[in-house]
């Protein structure tokens, strides 16, 4: 495995990363081929070919497929690996419709219970019930007029009943064999595989199937009408009853869906990568999949989701996939991440979220999302797109090979793992009561809390799945084994219940001198019965009090971590947001520590509990160098800092007992005691020496209907509503008011915006302007109209007509979209009104003053005007001054003069981050750096020189301040969805009171710019 080292300088496709890659519109085989050939320049290792809202090529018709196979070929000629998506839309199961086609049998349907007086419908009557002293008796046809309760089931006629092995196998007939029926004898050794997306049996109900009643009695021997009641109410035997149902409708999902395709996949030497639906709480992985790790065990790449520009408080989600591959010899382990975080994500956002999950055990990244067009609503689709649109695309390569390294040696290295989390969900299944889930929080709590104890204090643990443990659970001598790994401390957290073969495994753990620590409340069930096994076993448990030291004492007298930290105060670091992965990779020891908070350490001591020679592995470069190490009585110790967002890779090698040398290491702060320095702090004004055109989006218009009456200036994205409404087609006018602040007559180019122009007529101030494109800009289907020689100085209309169209089908499918969310997702529109841009050599002034919000947000009231480019700046806020929606480069200069000798060192340092995707650094013509995240510093001394010095940056931002949202009420959001640019909360709108506008006049920006001066510091020893 040598070959690993020589390869982190140009890390192989393999450990590449594999974006969501949005089919969502018109496809034409020569983009798509473009857009792979700019993935291939980006550093990006594959993709999954995903139709979403907005596809307009009808799905997997002959079109469709031609579109496939071109991917194919063209991503084989440049090394690309083409992964399929099973879906149209999601959540995966339904094949676009066409297993839902097949009838009730193949649907999802939900149990309810009723009491009496009945209400709804008798057709769907599973059972009806007397109440007795004790519960519920189950009544036969001839006694139904006694019934006091009635257990139904209801449809849902837009997804698949996951629980039926014939209605996967309808989804394998439609969607799989379909695929390999085109493709596998051709480009079976091309195509990856399969990504399955969020299937579910439920969301927050409990399933219902026609097969269920046959499948409970074979795997329980009784009969489930018996104690359906029990699900839902509190009688006799309750606990027994929901053990047992969710036990089997686990069991069922598990089998009939990830097993069935896992299965199908590898007959075809195709790997099945994926994630499921709710994986974050025990009280919603219950009534989605019963047990997501029994899932990932037939996964080849068992995956998760993560959504949001934030990392989590607990570590459950990436740590239950992680666990999983470690235990069954997965290599990678995958996570879809970065969705609905907005368009204001920086590379360091990326890198921080991303980090985090990877310490915590997953391996590579599938970007969400790179969207083939944003023309409509697909630039709304829980942006961003990270893709070629974006203002950063051609920096974005450096992203893609720092995560290629470290997705290389945390995929070959092995996980030093000796600790064993139980995992409680077969108690959150006999706390389920019907909907109700209240008694699950304080379990889930306890679980997270215990799992943050452990990653706190370095202790490295993997999660127990207690249904993967009866397939792959064993002991030996006094480890705990499951699969590959092995435990020597099993840890039982707060529980009601666990499973025969959990007892059987832990009573043989115990007796052979395994360690089991068990945490109040204890567990009294057996699979949901009482039993006096377990009440011996826990007798012979640790069982220390509930707090932080205490655990970490009971785990570490018999499993110590192999690192530890302390700050430069000598203060032991115990924080969640600082972790550290080990693992052994070719006779070396790689330790992984990632910080994943916003404190800045300006040293930490890390000392390694291990002897040999230490060297950082730089995964921006590719590079490794040796550090200077301090040998102390347990290992090594070095010294570094620690920025907000930063990382560490290091790697240990042996010295074969040779005795080490000890290199006394001088830290930053003595250094700088040892040094006369002189810091220069950079002036806060810049020239201006060159700026990519600048926009104006115009999101309010006045709107006619026929020739009616002129309505008030009002968003665009409500007259889609509105006129969606109407439910029939009509000529539109659309006015569209702009401001010119210079005097016209000077020759400059002024463009509109606008997306299908050749629909529209054009008039700007009363003249006709021609539909025809001078081009695109930002994205395909953003097209460039000249309107240059129509401009006046000050009001200006553009004014654009229109036929409104949207099929009857369109209608229908709208209506479909309110019912449930596979419709929605794939939801296309024949017609889409949307805003418009002013792009030009301009600067924009508001007419309002601005004000700063949480968030970096900048606001104001506007309106805007078009004025001059400013030819000096003051770089700490950019958004003031012209550039409120501006998406491109900016490149400012300024000379300073130094005092500067050959003998002595010189940093560059920005003392905030800068307010800008990317930040690049020129010195006298020399290209320094480019800064995509921490730390933000630089040595420049091999570029100045005495006296004066040129001094050129570059910043380039994103697509945020020219697509929005602007007019969300809580200003800069970090979880954005459709519905977020709109004035009706969707589910990534938390916290709008019932009855308040989501959508505000106020434009909301995000700061560009410098916060503060850079500086310079130049030392001499």
Known sequence: MSHIWGQLLHPPNEYRTIPFWSWNDKLEIAELERQIEEMHKAGIGGFFMHARGGLQTPYMGEEWMDAIRACI???????????????????????????????????????????????????????????????????????????????????????????????????????????WERFGVEFGDVIQGFFTDEPQFARGQLPWSFELEAAFRSANGYELKDVLPALFLQVDGTTKARYDYWACVTAMFTKAYAKQIGEWCQSKGWSFTGHVVDEQALQIQVTSVGDPMAFYEHLNMPGCDWLGRFIGDEPIVPKQVGSVAHQLGKKQTITESFGCSGWDISFADLKRIGEWQFVHGITMICQHLQSYSLKGLRKRDYPPSLFVQQPWWEDYKGFNDYFARLSMLLSEGTRQVEVLLLHPIRSAWTLQRGEDRSDIPRFHTAFAQLSRWMCQAFIEHDYGSESIMEGHGHVKDDQFIIGEAAYRVVVLPPSVTISRTTLTLLKQFVQQGGQLIACAPYPQLVEGMPDSELAELLLQANKPEWSSAAMVDAITKVSAPSIRMTDERGVTIAVDTINVQTLELDGSRLYYVVNSGDEHYAQVDIELLHKGQVSLIDLTSGDTECLAQITTADGIRVQLPLHPGQSYMLRLESRNGHPANVIEQVSEKSKSESQSAETTILSSHWDVVSLTPNSLTLDTCRLRVEDGEWSELQPVILIQEQLLDLGRSVDIELDFPFYVGWETGCNRELFVVMESPELFIIEVNGGKVSSESCGTWRDGSFHKVAISGNVQSGENHIRLNRHFYNSPETYQAIENAKKFESEGNKLTFDTEMESIYLLGEFGVESCSGYVYGERRAVQTEGPFVLTEIPQVVHASELVQQGLPFFAGTIRLRQHIVVNWNDGAAAKWFFPEPPHAAVCKLWLNGHEVRTFLWEPYEADIGRYLVAGENVIEMELTNNCRNLLGPHHHIHGEIYKVGPSSFTNTPGWTDKGIPQGVSMYVDRYTFVRFGLPLPPRIVISSI
Do not use: M
Request: charged letters at 25%.
């Open 73 to 179: 070929v063209k991503g084989k000629e440049l090394g690309l690996s083409p992964w399929l998506y099973d879906e149209n839309g999601w959540p995966s199961g339904f094949a676009d419709g066409k297993v839902t086609a097949k009838g009730e049998a193949f649907q999802q349907k939900k149990l309810l219970c009723e009491h009496a007086p009945f209400q709804s419908p008798a057709q769907h009557t599973i059972a009806y019930y007397e109440q007795t002293e004790t519960g519920y008796k189950l009544l036969g046809d001839e006694d139904t007029e006694k019934a006091q309760l009635r257990l139904y089931y209801e449809v849902n006629p837009y997804y698949l009943d996951a629980l039926s092995e014939r209605a996967v196998r309808a989804f394998i007939e439609a969607a799989y064999d379909a695929y």
